[in-house]
């Protein structure tokens, strides 16, 4: 069974459209993250929910809005998307405070 | 701020040690980790060091902790060509996120 999944895996998408990704865990944890790759290959975190709630908001532009129905989905819609958006978004989740943080497969995101 | 570094690229032959370096500032950091990508795909979480442990051995995988040089190593006995992939240093900073360093990329060659 996979412990965090996100939806899609590929998106091909054009500037100035807006989109959503999809990520659910099914580990029973109860902080969520958002990470970005860039084409080097860099990571760094978007945003951190627990217990439905944001926690950390880096700086990131207000295009993207995180939503977290429940401690099971954390969902990234992006407004506006602009050529620099193109990424690979990871999904993760963990305990709070949790040693183990686990990751999803990730999303390709191009945007032409 | 926090700030991790790593060489970026290790090229081994089958069958031998590697042994991936990383640098880090934060001296608060609990936590330390190595994560494995294959390409195109996600993050595979290898191992993590308690940061008042000096080592920790997980089957082919040692990892050594220096914590007054603030240096990290991954070392893999009897690297395999499956072991080709990136890997990432990172540590744990406020509120569980993680702070990664840019990756070492393993090319191991038969």
């Not at chain 1, 099914?26 to 084409?39: A, I, R, V």
């Not at chain 2, 936590?31 to 294959?38: F, I, M, N, S, V």
């Amino acid at each position: 069974d996979t412990a965090v999944s996100q939806t899609p895996k590929y998106l091909v998408t054009q500037m100035g459209n807006d989109k959503s990704i999809k990520c659910e865990q099914n580990l029973g944890h109860d902080t969520m993250y958002w990470y970005k790759q860039d084409s080097k290959k860099f990571l760094k975190i978007m945003f951190s929910y627990n217990n439905k709630e944001l926690i950390i908001n880096e700086t990131v532009p207000n295009r993207f809005s995180p939503k977290s129905p429940d401690k099971a989905h954390l969902n990234l819609h992006i407004n506006s998307l602009e050529l620099g958006d193109s990424a690979v978004y990871f999904c993760a989740s963990s305990q709070a405070g949790g040693r183990e943080q686990y990751f999803g497969p990730g999303t390709r995101l191009t945007v032409t | 701020g926090e700030d991790v570094e790593q060489s970026l690229f290790l090229s081994v032959r089958e069958g031998d040690s590697s042994v991936i370096n990383c640098t880090y500032t934060d001296s608060s950091s609990t936590y330390l980790y190595w994560y494995k990508q294959e390409p195109g795909a996600g993050l595979q979480l290898l191992t993590y060091i308690f940061s008042n442990m000096d080592m920790k051995q997980d089957q082919r995988l040692t990892v050594l902790l220096n914590k007054k040089d603030k240096h990290l190593s991954l070392r893999i006995a009897d690297t395999q060509t499956g072991d080709s992939a990136i890997y990432f240093c990172a540590e744990v900073s406020g509120y569980s996120t993680l702070t990664f360093g840019k990756g070492t990329m393993l090319l191991v060659s038969p």
